[in-house]
């Protein structure tokens, strides 16, 4: 079965609140990338975070990589309407790419 | 500098009937690999291919099978069709890797398989 579980499923914000997502694995990843997927599309590449403890920003988009690489996060500071989606984290490990179950956020004008 | 592009974009077929997906990976990109993404879930991972090779697999039965071909470009094929099998296909390409290294993969926008 799948091994990267992600939390919350749902998340509905009013524009401008913050924004977090939780990856968690049940194995030690390799590698963890996140891809956000709009309504209707397909999923576009974000990051990628490959050491442990590593922490990397995009403008408003905060990534992080636990210690133990088992864990990631995104957090997402003032939300916009454009940032509305599905944001998947997915991970390497045991030569098998696992995507998690993804988290759905809706924002709020 | 065209993306990864799939064909067909729709496709409708029946219980038992066969299907092949083609994907064209984006330019100078060698590995393809094929999602299946249900509805409101995430994509799972079916199997990558790299130098004409199976490279890597995920948990799909052996009625899921592929090709790549020398130009990099790959087909999958459904045999046997479920209804289970109604989804979205999604095919990514990326550069070659370490065998448990994932590069950055840009994704087409899907072919929408039916099964009636």
């Known amino acids: 079965g799948q091994q990267v579980m992600q939390i919350p499923q749902y998340q509905h914000v009013q524009e401008g609140e913050d924004f977090t997502t939780y990856c968690n694995s049940s194995t030690t990843l390799s590698n963890i990338q996140w891809y956000k997927q709009r309504p209707g599309g397909h999923p576009v590449f974000l990051i990628q975070?490959?050491?442990?403890?590593e922490v990397k920003k995009q403008k408003r988009l905060t990534f992080q990589f636990g210690e133990a690489k088992k864990n990631s996060s995104l957090h997402i500071t003032a939300t916009q309407t454009t940032d509305v989606g599905t944001y998947f984290c997915a991970g390497t490990g045991f030569n098998k790419f696992y995507f998690g179950s993804g988290t759905k956020l809706n924002v709020k004008p | 500098d065209a993306g990864v592009t799939q064909s067909p974009t729709h496709l409708i077929k029946t219980r038992g009937q066969q299907v092949t997906l083609r994907c064209s990976p984006k330019s100078g990109h060698d590995t393809v690999s094929w999602y299946q993404q249900a509805l409101g879930q995430g994509p799972q991972f079916i199997f990558q291919y790299y130098e004409e090779e199976e490279r890597q697999r995920g948990n799909f039965p052996d009625r899921f099978s592929g090709h790549q071909f020398p130009n990099y470009s790959s087909e999958l094929n459904v045999n046997a069709l479920l209804l289970g099998d109604s989804a979205l296909y999604l095919c990514?390409?990326?550069?070659?890797?370490?065998?448990?290294?994932?590069?950055?993969?840009?994704f087409g926008p899907g072919t929408r398989l039916t099964v009636l």
């Open positions: 975070l490959v050491k442990s403890g």
């Open positions: 990514a390409s990326s550069s070659g890797g370490a065998s448990d290294s994932y590069n950055e993969q840009f």
